[in-house]
């Protein structure tokens, strides 16, 4: 049986390998120590990461935005899929454009071809060589995957930020502006036309202003008006008047809840303005713009605290209209922490009339900075008491 003598760089020693081919003494150079070792150097000395900022799409914002909502949507695993399946460098092609040209490589090839070639003096030179390269690509290619520590995220570059909303009401699901909205009379939100409801509740809630406080500043605004005991006006027709009744007995039923502990987002006559120029079919918001691999990477099982950017805002909180683009909102200083969890999370952009399609921000303006907050201890149960004996 043909025997080659191989005598790779860096060894004295040769290593002999049998076979019935060119094709077998491959194999059998595949399975020794010393090729495999060298091997092995090779590529952890290449510091090869599949992942790398170098090459990550960190000006592209629409494709942010897509991870962010594969992530929010889907979960971490989809969106690691769709990372590596966007930014990830190939092995084969990291050892035929840097690896290959290498000394230590190509001494590689000349020393393997040698042995070969003395094996199987009948065998095309050429051939033998292209067998080498080829077997080297193969085995190089998997040595450079298995010394990479990279992680698709790891690809995201630093400066490659998202627009996010939070949607105050939906915080347990993936947030939904088609079926769900603020409305009001004559499609309007207006505060003399706004329906009490569950959305409406969730944003006074969530800027922590108690009713007496905001029914007390709409009394008091331009010319007095009492939501909750209406007066009839000369001259109203009688279904108008009926429905300011029934509206009146609506805000009369009408509560949320606040915590004194939290700090106040809005006072009341902001909510007034939000309210006066949001538009009917919105939904509460507040938006900010995050670093994408930090809010990928960042603990959801502990709630996400949100502090000032660079600019001194903590984003922006009022009403959007991803239906049919409109809202307003007002920017936020005060600092906000958030549930744990993804629900009541989606990027803006890529949803309806995204947030700075419709208004043309200047977006820095929305940078924060976060961090995870304490989780909630859950006390240990209590054991079952014991008869006593």
């Known amino acids: 049986?043909?025997?080659?003598?191989?005598?790779?760089?860096?060894?004295?020693?040769?290593?002999?390998?049998?076979?019935?081919?060119?094709?077998?003494?491959?194999?059998?150079?595949?399975?020794?120590?010393?090729?495999?070792?060298?091997?092995?150097?090779?590529?952890?000395?290449?510091?090869?990461?599949?992942?790398?900022?170098?090459?990550?799409?960190?000006?592209?914002?629409?494709?942010?935005?897509?991870?962010?909502?594969?992530?929010?949507?889907?979960?971490?695993?989809?969106?690691?899929?769709?990372?590596?399946?966007?930014?990830?460098?190939?092995?084969?092609?990291?050892?035929?454009?840097?690896?290959?040209r290498q000394p230590v490589v190509r001494q590689m090839v000349a020393a393997m071809a040698k042995g070969l070639l003395g094996a199987m003096p009948e065998e095309d030179p050429e051939e033998i060589r292209e067998a080498v390269k080829g077997f080297l690509h193969e085995r190089f290619a998997e040595a450079l995957e298995a010394a990479d520590k990279s992680g698709p995220f790891d690809g995201i570059h630093a400066s490659t930020k998202v627009i996010i909303a939070f949607a105050p009401g939906q915080e347990g699901e993936w947030p939904n502006a088609e079926d769900q909205s603020i409305d009001g009379y004559g499609k309007s939100v207006h505060p003399h036309c706004v329906e009490p409801g569950p959305l409406l509740a969730a944003y006074?809630?969530?800027?922590?202003?108690?009713?007496?406080?905001?029914?007390?500043?709409w009394r008091t605004r331009g010319a007095p008006v009492d939501p909750l005991e209406p007066v009839r006006e000369p001259g109203e027709f009688d279904h108008a008047w009926e429905r300011r009744v029934r509206r009146a007995g609506e805000w009369q039923d009408f509560?949320?809840?606040?915590?004194?502990?939290?700090?106040?987002?809005?006072?009341?006559?902001?909510?007034?303005?939000?309210?006066?120029?949001?538009?009917?079919?919105?939904?509460?918001v507040m938006v900010f713009r995050v670093p994408l691999r930090s809010f990928l990477t960042r603990d959801w099982d502990a709630p996400l605290?949100?502090?000032?950017?660079?600019?001194?805002?903590?984003?922006?909180?009022?009403?959007?209209?991803?239906?049919?683009?409109?809202?307003?909102?007002?920017?936020?200083?005060?600092?906000?922490?958030?549930?744990?969890?993804?629900?009541?999370?989606?990027?803006?952009?890529?949803?309806?009339?995204?947030?700075?399609?419709?208004?043309?921000?200047?977006?820095?303006?929305?940078?924060?900075?976060?961090?995870?907050?304490?989780?909630?201890?859950?006390?240990?149960?209590?054991?079952?008491?014991?008869?006593?004996?």
């Not at 760089?9 to 076979?19: R, S, T, Y």
């Not at 006074?204 to 500043?217: G, I, R, T, W, Y």
């Not at 006559?269 to 120029?277: A, F, K, S």
Request: one cysteine or more.
């Open 1 to 100: 049986m043909p025997q080659a003598s191989i005598v790779l760089p860096g060894n004295d020693q040769p290593i002999l390998v049998e076979g019935t081919s060119y094709e077998n003494l491959l194999e059998a150079l595949g399975s020794h120590d010393v090729f495999a070792s060298l091997l092995v150097r090779v590529a952890e000395a290449e510091h090869f990461e599949r992942f790398d900022t170098f090459d990550s799409r960190g000006d592209d914002d629409g494709w942010a935005q897509e991870v962010a909502e594969i992530f929010l949507r889907d979960g971490v695993e989809a969106a690691r899929e769709h990372v590596a399946g966007t930014i990830g460098r190939s092995a084969e092609d990291h050892y035929d454009h840097v690896v290959s």
């Open 204 to 217: 006074l809630s969530f800027v922590n202003v108690p009713k007496d406080e905001l029914l007390e500043a």
């Open 255 to 284: 509560d949320w809840s606040t915590d004194p502990a939290r700090p106040r987002l809005q006072d009341p006559e902001t909510i007034l303005e939000v309210l006066d120029n949001a538009g009917y079919c919105s939904i509460p």
């Open 305 to 389: 605290e949100i502090a000032p950017g660079h600019h001194g805002k903590v984003g922006q909180i009022g009403l959007h209209n991803f239906v049919h683009g409109a809202g307003h909102a007002r920017a936020n200083v005060q600092p906000v922490t958030l549930p744990a969890g993804r629900g009541g999370f989606r990027p803006t952009e890529n949803w309806g009339y995204g947030y700075d399609n419709v208004y043309g921000l200047v977006l820095a303006h929305l940078d924060v900075a976060i961090a995870d907050g304490p989780k909630t201890e859950v006390a240990p149960e209590a054991p079952d008491a014991c008869p006593r004996p």
